[in-house]
């Protein structure tokens, strides 16, 4: 049921003035209309939407979330979807496509996995704007004069090239001969200013102060030092207008940003989230992969900074994954195998426990499962006490999930109890890393080689030891080891760099092997997509 764009605005209380449509199914919404607050009686409440550790088959967490919009709106509530754009990275790659799937997907969904509204590439044209500016500062010794070994400020693409991780610029006398890198658009510290903004004054802010390199001094050079920040605000200024669109079933849904949970804080933009508090009375969102990478920073960093809090949260989880985790085969069933998987399900329930927040379990359901497996799961979630419903969004769309939606709505705080943060601010950079590492992963203790000491202590001279903290690393794991499969234990994580996001407002620590630029697999999804007769074809979904 595919609805014009301006009964979805209308639908959102929005009027016309505060709304421009962005060629078929898609529209802008203007600043102003998110300034204007809760246009409905009552409170709107969010719903946090993360998942147990993903495998290669993928656990369908965005048809889950897109599912349960669906869900609400059928048992008669007013719900909004707020999710991520996709990045063409994935899409390309091994993913095919980010718009969930089945009967519970976006909304022209090849628009919106593709160019949507040009976003992702005015991020990454600001960025490489201020690449550029960094290398004319160097071409031609401008002041402040940045060193151009300690130059920190990378070049981004969105899409998975691997190539181009590690270069050399400057080659034939165009340039200071240097090292640099390239990293994927959702990885940019732009994307994760853009996403945490609170508006075009507050991103202003952010990037007036993200720092590009040190002069031979040590001294920080900032966007702002460099007369960047103004034409960087101009390159965003439209890009950071909320996105509305909608799912299959016509409910409203708002997709804006798209930074990745394992290199960055996996969140879709506050600006989305305002919009749709102010706008609805269910607001549905995720954070990317799995709790321990997306919840945890869902938390620490967004909802820390933008005062934001969850009246419910839904950890999905597949028996498909469970088996996996369980050491089986994932197209055979195994009821040992799955028992054995659980152990990865409920670590990441007991995770979300540590905010001080009571979860949801969501078992998305595929053909291949039987019932002895669902039976497993259901004897050991509800014997903990923790509420389970089956979902079927893919092949059922919110009528999969209307069970899903009903816990939802009888479990959620009807006023909202702050959550409780994983550390303060205030504590050293270590404690923190030592506590997102040792209580969420699961981790016996933390390495630190002479480079992540050596970043600890650049970090306290500039005084912003009080960030909270980013962890890059795989997805694959509750460790940092991808090769460690269900919920290890007696690991230790190691911690190779910390980077600084002045402008964003974090630290990123890296842990293990983690890399800013993914790589194509060996058959990449872009051999599947084509135009054939004048239709968009191979994209996942």
Known sequence: ??????????????????????????????????????????????????????????????????????????????????????????????????????????????????????????ITAANNLLAAMVDNNLYHRLEPQIDARRVLWRRVMDMNDRALRDVITGLGGNGSVREANVDITAASEVMAAFCLASGAEDLRARIARIIVGFSSSGDPVTADDLGATGAMMALLLDALRPNIAQTTEGVPAIIHGGPFANIAHGCSSVLGTRLGLGRADWVVTEAGFAFDLGGEKFYDIKCRTAGLDTAAVVVVGTIRALRWHGGGDVDTPDPAAVARGLANLQKHVENVGVFGERPIVALNRRPTDTAEEIAVVRERFLGLGIPIAEADPYGSGGEGCTRLAELVVEHAERESIPYTPLYQLEQPVMEKVTAIATRIYGASSVVWTKRAKSDLARIKRLGLSNLPVCMAKTQSSLSDDASLRNRPDGFAVTVQDVRINAGAGFLVAILGDMLRMPGLPKRPNALDIDVRDGKIVGLRG
């Open 1 to 122: 049921m595919t609805r014009p764009i301006g009964e979805v605005a209308a639908a959102l209380g929005l009027e016309q003035h505060e709304w421009d449509g962005w060629g078929p199914g898609r529209a802008k919404v203007t600043l102003d209309a998110v300034d204007r607050g809760r246009v409905r009686d009552g409170q709107g409440r969010l719903i946090l939407v993360t998942a147990m550790t993903p495998t290669p088959a993928g656990e369908g967490k965005t048809t889950t979330s897109i599912g349960l919009v669906q869900g609400l709106a059928r048992i008669g509530e007013n719900a909004v979807a707020c999710l991520r754009e996709p990045s063409l990275g994935p899409v390309f790659g091994a993913k095919g496509g980010g718009t969930g799937g089945g009967l519970s997907r976006l909304q022209p969904a090849d628009a919106i996995d593709l160019h949507f509204t040009g976003d992702l590439h005015a």
